[in-house]
């Protein structure tokens, strides 16, 4: 009898970053309860792990996620390993698994526990999945991520596409489940606010040029000036210094400083749902967000002063009837949906969202189920499939060929003391001054 039918149901996420850790908390509440974090008697233990790195969050942007978990702490790839290993020996073993990860931490971490859990016929059940829009490496992201039990596919399109690579390589396609994007959620739009707000959703990595990133923050301030009586608003992910799950060299905050902007127009942070409360216009290259404001039914634009290209991702919206310029939404242009490539999206906005996630409740609950536990974990990369590539995603981790720790891992036989962890935090630190300040300046001087 799963642990589900008798006490609260334990789930360990694992995540690398601020976008990742929330993707894999809301999916774990949403495939282990159905989402109910609000009752007096929760049905899920929900236990974090932050995946040491240069994109590990930080605690401000840790509060804007607004994910509740039961515990929370900062590991290495081989702390963790020895968590999990801790966990299946002990009296109260995880059920779930979520490993909210680049395809490249899944693939070391699916090596990593099926040597930990060697020998053992009871283990969690294991999750993995992507974060949102999958339009790039697909078949590459794919692959590494095969092994989990689960892998979910956030739209049905996705779920074909899944299904596709895998059978193509000769690759078990059963673990595939089309769930939808776990945040989305509040009130759908019923009509314009006082003030009219505009509401730009900017991406850290997506345009990645200082010319295009300025083109777009002084259309946007442009925008403010030709409306003076909307609301124009920036919506920043992250801080200078700190990183999100794409690396931001060149922050809006930073270029807007030598800027005279209007009265209208102000930088936000903030939990991106609060945020879409009172948007009546959202504005993108490709984020994301454009699926939550899709779902609430708020009108929505991805821009294509740009292109629409591979590059920015905004090349996945084609169809979709928000493909639109800065010059059309200067003149009161307003975008409608086409509503078969929005039910294709997974985005539910006809109501079917209560019900998106009800085929992995089932899928995990058969799984937890299974007499005799769990077969051992089966990735489709192994030493002898692809012994040119995975040694060194391995290593990446300080893990060996088979899953084990390399000689030297970090913290690989003890917890970490606390100056390891002032060194930690400090060189950390170093990294991310080094990619936002230094970088970017030896660029512009190899390019002169």
Avoid at 159 to 178: L, M, P
Avoid at 292 to 308: K, N, Q, S
């Amino acid at each position: 009898m799963p642990a589900s039918a008798t006490k609260a149901l334990r789930v360990a996420v694992l995540a690398d970053s601020d976008t990742r850790w929330k993707w894999g908390a809301l999916t774990a509440n949403r495939i282990a309860s159905g989402g109910a974090r609000d009752s007096s008697e929760p049905d899920i233990r929900l236990d974090g792990y932050l995946l040491r790195g240069r994109a590990t969050p930080t605690a401000r942007q840790l509060k804007e996620v607004g994910v509740r978990a039961d515990s929370l702490r900062e590991v290495t790839a081989v702390e963790f390993l020895r968590a999990m290993a801790e966990s299946a020996a002990s009296e109260e073993p995880y059920d779930v698994l979520v490993l909210a990860l680049v395809g490249g931490g899944v693939q070391a971490m699916l090596h990593g526990l099926k040597r930990v859990w060697e020998g053992r016929k009871e283990r969690p059940v294991v999750v993995t999945g992507y974060v949102g829009v999958v339009y790039e490496k697909l078949a590459d992201g794919l692959l590494l991520r095969h092994g989990a039990d689960l892998v979910l596919a956030n739209s049905r399109q996705d779920a074909d596409r899944f299904r596709a690579v895998y059978e193509g390589v000769g690759a078990d396609a059963s673990a595939v489940t089309e769930v939808a994007l776990p945040f989305l959620g509040g009130a759908p739009y019923t009509g314009e606010h006082d003030p009219y707000t505009v509401v730009f959703a900017a991406q850290p990595s997506v345009p990645e040029s200082r010319k295009d990133r300025t083109y777009l923050l002084n259309r946007l301030i442009q925008h403010a000036r030709l409306h003076p009586n909307r609301e124009v608003l920036l919506k920043l992910r992250s801080k200078p210094g700190e990183h999100t799950t794409h690396i931001e060299e060149l922050p809006y905050q930073k270029l807007a400083q030598k800027t005279d902007l209007p009265p209208n127009f102000r930088l936000v942070y903030g939990h991106m749902g609060e945020v879409l409360d009172r948007t009546d216009l959202l504005v993108t290259v490709s984020s994301t967000a454009a699926l939550e404001a899709l779902h609430r039914r708020i009108p929505t634009v991805v821009l294509t002063d740009l292109g629409v290209r591979e590059v920015l991702g905004n090349h996945h919206f084609v169809g979709s009837g928000c493909l639109a310029s800065w010059d059309q939404l200067d003149a009161g242009h307003r975008p409608a949906p086409d509503e078969e490539w929005v039910a294709r999206q997974g985005v539910a906005a006809d109501g079917s969202y209560t019900t998106a996630f009800d085929a992995a409740r089932k899928r995990i609950a058969e799984l937890l189920d299974r007499p005799g536990g769990l077969p051992p974990l089966t990735p489709y990369y192994t030493p002898a499939t692809a012994p040119g590539y995975l040694p060194g995603i391995l290593a990446r981790h300080h893990l060996g060929p088979d899953g084990s720790p390399l000689p030297g891992a970090p913290a690989a036989d003890r917890e970490p003391g606390p100056v390891r962890q002032i060194v930690r935090r400090a060189a950390r630190g170093a990294y991310r001054h080094g990619v936002q300040r230094v970088a970017p300046v030896i660029r512009r001087l190899g390019e002169l």
